[in-house]
């Protein structure tokens, strides 16, 4: 079966960090992308971070670019999301995701975001001032 399973979400003060972990089974990381999105209270749900580690490839979303990374422990069936210097507006829920179709631009930039393959359960983040 393949699953995703995040954790690691809370709530941070503005200027904060915080850490989300998804942790993958039932699949081998190099035959997907990978990502992260945020859906934030009354808003669409968007692409915030992907990778396809195969193609050696990452995309970020412009307002997450110098703050967020997207990351594999390669001893581990996890991806990280590492959020530093957060902002009011980085609240939502953030959702893994993974696709064996799409490279990770495509992923992070599908807007039939309901056709990729495998989502995680969804971990809330709230920023605070």
């Known amino acids: 079966e393949v699953k995703l399973v995040e954790s690691g979400g809370g709530s941070v003060q503005a200027g904060g960090s915080l850490r989300l972990s998804c942790e993958f089974s039932?699949?081998?990381?190099?035959?997907?992308?990978i990502g992260w999105f945020r859906q934030a209270p009354g808003k669409e749900r968007v692409g915030v971070s992907c990778m396809r580690t195969s193609h050696g490839t990452t995309y970020y979303r412009d307002s997450v670019k110098g703050r967020f990374t997207i990351d594999r422990d390669g001893g581990k069936n996890t991806v990280y999301l590492q959020m530093n210097n957060m902002k009011l507006e980085d609240t939502g829920v953030y959702y893994c995701?993974?696709?064996?179709?799409?490279?990770?631009?495509?992923?992070?930039?599908?807007?039939?975001?309901?056709?990729?393959?495998?989502w995680g359960q969804g971990a809330l983040v709230t920023v605070s001032s």
């Open positions: 995701a993974a696709d064996p179709w799409l490279w990770a631009d495509k992923l992070c930039l599908t807007k039939n975001y309901r056709s990729l393959e495998v």
């Open positions: 039932g699949f081998t990381l190099d035959d997907y992308a």
